[in-house]
């Protein structure tokens, strides 16, 4: 059984897209590429897919991973444009390796996220991102299935800053751009919980919602201070040496991903 591991993106209007609409997507991008799919066991099988850590809804991303495990062998680079092709623009499938490695949901451990605050001037972006980092605790609320919930949204933020003003903001308007880096923990910490924050501490509240990207997914590094390429050991593995496609390696389905 060969493992191939996939990241795609949601751009533009399909960043409103559903988990499980994407699902559905994909599935049938599945049987329009004809991809030889590994089938579970019982009485009702299903595609062998392991999803990890999906975007919330409405927002966009450029770094959303899964699995797929296949009856025979493919190539990545070919599956890859075949699947893109099958699936509407906006849900496009940008990288493809073949899994060498255990545990991809383990190496999703933080997320890089870009905010959009249009109606939000640059200095008063920075005074708030200031007042958020000086903050030692910034208790938010959210509404979970037993109610609302209060947790810490500062804990899990390893960084948070201001970018310039860039060109493409509309003309004569005030557009603050954040950038975000928070590790992934339980109760999970999301872009819209770190404007709840800097709106309880220093009354930051955009005229119109936040438009959010996630930028990368993976390890945190604390020397470079970036998050890395979740699919980096398995190109490294590929360089090592060769690996039969039913070898432990790839056989192993990835750690705590969720299948469909």
């Not at 609320?141 to 201001?162: C, I, S, W």
């Amino acid at each position: 059984m060969q493992r191939i591991r996939l990241r795609y993106t949601k751009r533009g209007r399909l960043r409103f897209t559903s988990h499980r609409d994407f699902q559905r997507a994909f599935e049938r991008a599945l049987r329009r590429a004809d991809v030889p799919m590994a089938y579970s066991a019982g009485f009702t099988p299903h595609p062998k897919v392991s999803y990890a850590n999906a975007a919330p809804t409405g927002t966009g991303s450029e770094a959303e991973y899964l699995e797929i495990a296949l009856a025979a062998p493919r190539d990545p680079h070919t599956l890859r444009e075949l699947l893109d092709e099958s699936l509407p623009t906006g849900l496009d499938i940008i990288d493809a390796v073949e899994a060498r490695t255990s545990g991809l949901a383990d190496r999703l451990t933080a997320s890089e996220w870009e905010l959009r605050l249009d109606g939000v001037g640059h200095e008063e972006a920075e005074r708030a991102v200031t007042a958020f980092l000086a903050a030692e605790v910034v208790e938010v609320e959210r509404r979970a299935k037993n109610g609302m919930r209060t947790f810490d949204a500062r804990e899990p933020v390893v960084d948070l800053r201001t970018l310039p003003p860039q060109a493409d903001r509309p003309q004569g308007g005030r557009c603050a751009i954040l950038r975000l880096v928070v590790r992934h923990v339980t109760p999970a910490v999301r872009p819209d919980d770190v404007l709840s924050g800097l709106r309880a501490v220093a009354d930051l509240a955009p005229p119109v919602p936040a438009a959010v990207t996630r930028l990368a997914q993976g390890l945190f590094d604390e020397e470079s201070g970036t998050v890395t390429d979740p699919l980096a050991p398995d190109r490294e593995a590929v360089t090592a040496g060769p690996t039969t496609a039913a070898g432990p390696a790839a056989a192993k389905a990835p750690e705590g991903a969720v299948s469909a």
